[in-house]
């Protein structure tokens, strides 16, 4: 149990650390993981970037998500569901294109300038937890799609199954936590008050 998201990013840190785990740069996901991205950036004395990726919601129920779609257009499906739900490919292509649409507007919303430089680096990814995993997906294939020398999952916590699926698409994953009988994030802390966009951008400050 984490106490805020700033406390989850300082433990969070201890674990990078503890792993040797070293960083050219940290990118949080917007907005829950900025708090943690900026402890963890201090941490290990890199600077602080954004990487934004939006869910892809199913016909008739947007709060299941079938993908995930980041801001250059790097999507990750869910191809199970994409099956059993029979989506179009005109639907697909559809939505895919609205939420990098969204994704690319809130980047630019929170980063001054020009995205940051990947290739070659060592990238760590922070957000404030993982459930199914769809956003971080997304985000991963986008930075993997620049290159990076490394590319590093830290998060809080996470169940199991999920943490295991994202090291197919990272060279490491940090967690602080993996209990088994995971709920959702918020369970895992005892103060995940919502972050507003002008407090989550003063930590990129």
């Not at 179009?88 to 020009?114: C, F, H, I, M, Q």
């Amino acid at each position: 149990m984490f106490r805020d998201r700033t406390a989850a990013g300082e433990r969070l840190a201890d674990a990078l650390e503890e792993r040797g785990v070293a960083a050219d740069i940290v990118l949080a996901i917007p907005r829950g993981g900025l708090p943690l991205g900026r402890a963890v950036a201090d941490r290990l004395g890199a600077p602080l970037d954004v990487v934004v990726a939006s869910k892809i919601g199913a016909p008739h129920n947007e709060e299941y998500a079938i993908g995930a779609v980041a801001e250059d257009g790097a999507a990750w499906l869910n191809d199970g569901a994409l099956d059993q739900l029979n989506v179009s490919d005109a639907y697909l292509a559809r939505e895919r294109e609205r939420e990098r649409e969204v994704a690319a507007g809130k980047a630019a919303t929170y980063r001054d300038g020009d995205r940051p430089a990947l290739t070659g680096r060592r990238v760590v990814v922070v957000d404030d937890g993982v459930a199914t995993g769809a956003t971080m997906r997304a985000c991963l294939r986008f930075v993997r799609d620049e290159e990076p020398e490394s590319l590093v999952v830290a998060v809080p916590v996470g169940p199991p199954d999920t943490l295991d699926e994202l090291a197919e698409l990272a060279d490491e994953v940090v967690a602080v936590e993996r209990p088994r009988n995971f709920r959702a994030v918020g369970a895992h802390y005892r103060n995940f008050a919502q972050v507003s966009d002008e407090k989550a951008m003063s930590y990129l400050a």
